[in-house]
């Protein structure tokens, strides 16, 4: 487990705390909690984190000069990818006044909801304005992918359960599996340009992070030609794999499909 990223979570507060350890689970994080100052330097102290998370309102914890301390030990260590530093308050104007001038330190609104949290977690590898513009809400029982659409987006599930569909040579619909926070799907269209495989459907009221799959073709422009083959060759030997489950039909959904206009 000391290989799996980890995160100090620096708060009190019962509700907060599950939140954010939720959250971070499905992200695949490895949680440690503290509940007061003395707690929160020890185990800083005694083990590699990669984001600290920290609750400004606690009582007799000092937000600002806990992570100060931080900073000078990466100065200290000539470490250039400081660790990323979620600052939780009701007071937004008391977190500019300290935290303003610190690098790779974000604020987060309390109190906030799991999926205020999560877009919050998501601005330390991109751009907020980015992942606000892509965030799509699926509501249960709509679809996020239709069987033979022409999309091309894969999607992060931020929230919510999906399944996915497949038709068979009866045109009966088989379930291949679901989806759950913090998969991707949509891969396979995304990779090699075809046809969408299978459908996606919402199981619960959904929330999905977009990844444009221009994006993705502007990275491959830079990677060599083999690369771009290695991805083709992965997906179609995935829809191969789904066609032949779909025809040996372990479970069959029952629900009628509804067509809506591809996402």
């Given amino acids: 487990m000391k290989d799996q990223n980890t995160v100090l979570i620096v708060i ?3 509700e907060k ?5 939720e959250v971070l689970s499905e992200q695949k994080y490895r949680v440690v909690i503290a ?5 929160a330097r020890l185990k800083y102290s005694n083990e590699k984190f990669h984001m600290v998370i920290l609750d400004m309102d606690l009582k007799g914890f000092n937000s600002l000069d806990f992570v100060e301390g931080i900073r000078r030990k990466e100065n200290l260590k000539n470490i250039t990818d400081i660790i ?17 001038g610190m690098d790779n330190v974000k604020f987060l609104d309390s109190p906030f909801k799991k999926i205020e949290f999560k877009k919050k977690l998501l601005t330390f590898t991109g751009h907020s304005d980015v992942i606000s513009s892509n965030t799509k809400a699926i509501p249960k029982g709509e679809f996020l992918i239709t069987e033979g659409g022409t999309s091309h987006e894969m999607y992060w599930i931020l929230s919510g359960r999906f399944q996915i569909t497949k038709l068979n040579i009866d045109n009966q619909n088989v379930i291949l599996g679901d989806v759950f926070p913090g998969e ?3 891969e396979m269209s995304f990779l ?14 959904c929330e999905v992070l977009v990844i444009p799959h221009k994006k993705f073709i502007d990275v491959l422009e830079n990677q060599p030609r083999w690369f771009r083959s290695l991805m ?11 066609s032949k489950i779909a025809h040996k039909v372990v479970s069959i959904d029952q629900k009628p499909e509804k067509e809506i206009e591809n996402i």
Avoid: H, Y
């Avoid at 509940?35 to 707690?39: A, L, T, Y």
């Avoid at 990323?84 to 977190?95: K, Q, T």
């Fill in 17 to 21: 705390q599950l939140i954010a350890k």
């Fill in 12 to 14: 009190e507060d019962e």
């Fill in 232 to 242: 083709q060759t992965m997906s179609q030997r995935l829809r191969s794999a789904n």
């Fill in 184 to 186: 991707l799907v949509g």
């Fill in 84 to 100: 990323p530093v979620l600052i939780i308050s009701a007071s937004p104007e008391l977190f500019t006044e300290k935290f303003s």
């Fill in 35 to 39: 509940i007061n100052s003395n707690e």
């Fill in 192 to 205: 090699d340009n075809l046809p969408r495989s299978a459908s996606v459907r919402a199981i619960d009221d």
